[in-house]
T-cell receptor
Framework: DAGITQSPRHKVTETGTPVTLRCHQT?????MYWYRQDPGHGLRLIHY???????DKGEVSDGYSVSRSKTEDFLLTLESATSSQTSVYFC???????????FGDGTRLSIL | AQSVTQLGSHVSVSEGALVLLRCNYS??????LFWYVQYPNQGLQLLLKYTTGATLVKGINGFEAEFKKSETSFHLTKPSAHMSDAAEYFC????????????FGRGTMLLVSP
């Protein structure tokens, strides 16, 4: 299995608080991605990174920011969490832009 | 722009029966196509992929899919379902440019009865 660790695995927080999710990889892969999974929507891309300090927005980026200061870590931040951001968040990595992505085990985030 | 349509949010089969999960895509560039499987409370696992070459692609656990450009389809099949195949299946498309970002279908839950 690809070495991907997401933390925390579960989190419950309140509306308006900041939240940071971490994705850590040991594969030295260039590309990293954040998706959210919601019933009936499949997975939707939030942000992605194609190198250190190189990031771009995905389909559902509003309310989220990301940072990648080193190859192995990709952070997803909700500056002021809202109930609509309750979801399961998945990190994925890929060595090149045409290789399959490998997924972490997900973070279940509940915002009350 | 890309999109994926998976026909049927739930598909039910009996153990030993043929599995057919449908996926149609749209893409403005030649696509890469993928099928992933998700078991409860787990991440997604790659079943198979189409990039170039042979249009019939074989994957893990006895699954295969055929890329049909004229029909813009990439349906997933397995000749004989097993109870362990019960899971949610996602079809995804990626353009040949664009940093490998995936567009997923909404998923199909496969239910297998004894």
């Amino acid at each position: 299995d690809a070495g991907i660790t997401q933390s925390p695995r579960h989190k419950v927080t309140e509306t308006g608080t900041p939240v940071t999710l971490r994705c850590h990889q040991t594969e030295n892969h260039r590309y990293m991605y954040w998706y959210r999974q919601d019933p009936g929507h499949g997975l939707r891309l939030i942000h992605y990174s194609y190198g250190v300090k190189d990031t771009d927005k995905g389909e559902v980026s509003d309310g989220y920011s990301v940072s990648r200061s080193k190859t192995e870590d990709f952070l997803l931040t909700l500056e002021s969490a809202t109930s609509s951001q309750t979801s399961v968040y998945f990190c994925a990595i890929s060595g090149t832009d045409n290789q399959p992505q490998h997924f972490g085990d997900g973070t279940r985030l509940s915002i009350l | 722009a890309q999109s994926v349509t998976q026909l049927g949010s739930h598909v039910s089969v009996s153990e030993g029966a043929l599995v057919l999960l449908r996926c149609n895509y749209s893409s403005s560039v030649p696509p890469y196509l993928f099928w992933y499987v998700q078991y409860p409370n787990q991440g997604l696992q790659l079943l198979l992929k189409y990039t170039t070459g042979a249009t019939l692609v074989k994957g893990i656990n006895g699954f295969e899919a055929e890329f049909k450009k004229s029909e813009t389809s990439f349906h997933l099949t397995k000749p004989s379902a097993h109870m362990s195949d019960a899971a949610e299946y996602f079809c995804a498309v990626s353009g040949r440019t664009g940093y490998g970002t995936l567009t997923f279908g909404r998923g199909t839950m496969l239910l297998v009865s004894p």
